[in-house]
């Protein structure tokens, strides 16, 4: 097969013993090698004449000790799963290290990858793996006083089985003397603020205007300049992960629209796409369709928030209430659509909830002429006004080699000048049969950034127009057994459709055993699912890989040697949301 | 009031302290309101009429909030920035003109005063950063002081102008100076330097960045509560007012105008300056630091410096020998 | 005999009455948030700000950067238990008389999210005035728990000064809106069905 051809390239060159390939429902390709293999393999893969993986693009682990269907894999007790992307043959490579022992640990990717860091040190914080050969490890999700290392299956889910929570004011003292900077800790400068006369140290967030919520950012400034930034993350994380091993495979939906807050049913498309792979479920045309109308309409809802709030960091005080106006205008649609706002958990697996409503077209339609008409005003008042080119051209600027080094994607590659859109270099969930354009710059700037996310806008207009005027007759959801809840309108007649619509709404359908990844070029760039399945009712592991982690960890990157202002804009160009970051 | 008997003073002084007090206060509604109508939404309307009460109970809550200083600040300058803030700006009125024969001081260096007052007031910004000894107030202080070091200049060079067209200083002869003409049409470079200064001399959009919420949080004030920091707000809108009227005055007549009795024209005319000052507000982004200073270095100064030179040699060329 | 009481000027107590009233109707009707978020609910807090809910009209559209100078902090969100120490930090910079409001479920509960790394409700380290339901809540929901605080700030018997009169402050009862609003949710009709839009 010819997806298979870099699994051949790598048997031959290190040898067919050494390379063990694993089928996985997806059809990525998947290699099994051992640690002391590991780094040779994927220097090899990254810097390859031909066809190369330059993108680390997931960094993972999955705690193995429970699984039980795991046929045709080496034994391991802990596995690392590495998710390269090559743009050049348009493929991702999944490479996977088996690990023994309850402590386990493997050669760090950082001296290969610099991106790899923060990969790491969650890797680390959520199941104890270490890493070799790179500074020491330290938590990034959970606080420095955490014990225990939650992605492990002995580690509790519930907070209700931890005890009541309670902080005496001795014990947030202590906390917050934790929490506190320190460049030793942090292994960042030498011991004390010596590193030169005239810099400190000053903490912005994890409540700050500007943080778009908790992040926090320690700035080392010289007056104004930021010589240097450190980012501190996990004051957002909500164990996304963890829950996907407690919920059912349907009410699982619900949690996916919170990983990415602003961008509502587009987050629930990927885990969809991934499990129905695992499924086999066949999606009709009328879903797909659907699907891909609500998604494009809440990219426009996500991209509005992030072009108004843009605007606001860069001092401007009216445009965000203009763009939050047309926000209600599509979450007028939304609302008729599905009943909820900004987290309709709405899809289905095998399709969506329910069919659309009676005159749901006429109001599509005339959202859409009215913002054609409202981008072209705030083309005037932002993307022309001088005083904001000032601010933001040439901020932040990054190139398309920085960007592919530190895992960029979605607008923030776009701006860099890559033409890489998934929805048309791997049409999924449909969008083969939309006619679109993807917008690309040069600058890689904040400027740019911006000029994207806008054209992005107009383009979705024109898929939903698309959709609009090509909506296709017929089912809303797939006719599967495994597609829940299964329809309804037979169980009041016999009991055998009774008792099965009972068990897949109370207990949710069973998914056969194996793993399947499925990515969506999402709101703020590329979102997957890498889901685990071992034969039941509940995922086996969840991974979610989010566009903003890698994204905030390259702002240290952009922000050196500019102001404390630039820092604002940076922030806000890059699009982020913290439970895109911290899940 | 010119005249010398001790209690009209007092009563000018009284009458003028709770006028500009009580304009400044309406311009906070204004204010609110008048951003509500550019955002389309409506802004206060709920407590009193049109809303108007609303600065009522703001200043109510605010002056009952507890009245605290931080245990880390330099608790005397701490204490006393904010009033110089205020009092500055009040103490500039005293040369206004409000009226014919309504002014409470009419100095014959009435000018020099606005702008020497004009400069302390900074200093009760850069005090209040420092005093407080928060890293994010130190930064707005430091803001404050660079860009008023750079906007002082010309303004008062802008102003010099208007001074070289009336052949005084006293803003009482400035507006008698204008009888004829506007000074804004032949002062209009003068007019267009002198308003960008004001808007930095009051802190506002573009211009705010010494409390860039985006930025600095709160900027300078970031660790002022109650009363103190209702000093630095109720400054904020005094010294908008303050700069409206020095507007009208110098550029506009003055309380000038056919029909309305001059208190009115002189009112009308402060309020739509005021108004103007708003509305910049809600419409332009914020320039950086850097960017601020170079713009008025690099092409506020020359303007001014130009619109001195030319008005001087018109100025000599039409006066003739003396 | 009885010594004289200060406070038996026959206007004494009218006075002050009046003024508390006074303060406390200033209070009520001047609520300046706490520009503070913490995930999802805050896109909603903001939503309240803007056209078409506009929190303006009650007069709280100041919305400020600085805990000293805000009325009233929104728990908007999850409250995570490496956020919680911060949160009542910042909670302890604000200046009396403040108020919470808990908003969404997570805040009030932990809502859906029962796992390791979030707080089971904010009130187990921050005393809350009014919780506001939903997952997020509408900003209609939040404009209803705002002004449901202002009612209750209206009722709020607080000292004059922390120097003037006894101390302590007497809240109003908080009863819940479920059992007061049961009757007329009950008799509420037209919904439509939901095929419609």
Known sequence: MERDAILRELAETFGAERIHAQETADGLPTAWVEPGLLLDLLSYLKTARSGAYPMLYDLTAIDERERSHREGQPPSDFTMVYQLLSFERNEDLRIKVALEGQAPSVPSATCLWPSADFYEREVWDMFGIAFEGRPALRRILMPPWWEGHPLRKEHPARATDMGRFGMSEDEQAAMLEELKFDPVKWQVDGPGPEAGAGTFYINIGPQHPSAHGVLRLVAKLEGEVVVDLYPDIGYHHRGAEKMGERQSWHTYIPYTDRIDYLAGSMNELPYLLAVEKLAGIEVPERALVIRVMMAELFRIISHLVFYGTFSQDVGQMSPVFYMFNDRERAFDIVEAVTGGRMHPGWFRIGGVAMDLPRGWDEMVLAFVKHMRGTLKDYDAAIMRSSLFKARTVGVGALSLGEAVEWGATGPFLRACGLDWDLRKKRPYGGYERFDFDVPTATGGDSYDRLAIHVEEMRQSLRIIEQCVAGMPAGPYKADHPLAVPPPKDRTMRDIETLIDHFLAVSWGPNLPPGEACATVEAAKGQNSYYLVSDGGGMSYRTRIRTPSFAHIQMAPMMARGLTISDLVVILGSVDYVLADVDR | ?322 | MKAPDPSAHPFADIQLARRADLLAWGRSRSLWPFNFGLSCCYVELATALTSKYDLARFGSEIIRGSPREADVMVVAGTVFKKMAPIVRHMWEQMMEPRWVISMGSCAGSGGMYDIYSVVQGVDSFLPVDIYIQGCPPSPDSFMRGLTLLQESIEQEKRPLSWVVGPQGVVKPARPSMRDIMRDERRVRGGLEPPDGI
């Open chain 2, 1 to 322: 009031m010119s005249e010398t008997a001790g209690f009209p003073i007092v009563a000018g002084i009284l009458s003028v302290l709770f006028g500009v007090l009580i304009v400044a206060a309406l311009s906070i509604w204004l204010e609110r309101r008048l951003l509500g109508l550019l955002q389309q939404r409506s802004g206060p309307n709920r407590v009193g009429p049109l809303g108007l009460l609303q600065v009522v109970a703001d200043t109510v809550k605010i002056f009952a909030k507890e009245n605290w200083v931080p245990p880390f600040a330099d608790k005397v300058v701490f204490v006393l920035a904010p009033p110089i803030v205020i009092a500055t700006a009040l103490a500039s009125f005293a040369v206004v003109p409000l009226a014919p024969g309504f002014v409470v001081a009419d100095f014959n260096v009435g000018l020099l005063f606005f702008l020497g007052m004009s400069s302390l007031a900074v200093y009760g910004v850069a005090l209040s950063g420092w005093a407080s000894n928060s890293k994010f107030s130190l930064l707005g202080s430091v803001r404050a002081v660079g860009q008023m070091v750079s906007y002082e200049v010309f303004m008062g060079l802008s102003l010099l102008g208007v001074v070289a067209q009336a052949g005084s200083f006293s803003l009482v002869d400035i507006v008698n100076a204008q009888k004829g003409l506007w000074n804004c049409v032949p002062q209009a470079l003068g007019f267009a330097v002198f308003f960008v200064a004001s808007l930095a001399e009051t802190r506002r959009v573009p211009f705010d960045l010494p409390e860039a919420e985006n930025e600095l949080v709160a900027g300078y004030h970031t660790e002022y509560s109650g009363f103190k920091f209702a000093m630095f707000y109720l400054g904020e809108y005094v010294g908008v007012t303050l700069n409206s009227a020095i507007i009208v005055t110098l550029f506009f007549g003055g309380w000038s105008g056919p029909f309305l009795p001059p208190i009115a024209w002189f009112l009308v005319k402060t309020v739509f300056f005021i108004a103007v000052f708003i509305l910049v507000r809600g419409s332009l982004p914020r320039p950086r630091y850097d960017q601020l200073i170079s713009f008025g270095w690099k092409l506020m100064l020359p303007l001014a410096l130009v619109n001195l030179v030319a008005t001087g040699a018109i100025v000599l060329a039409t006066a003739g020998p003396r």
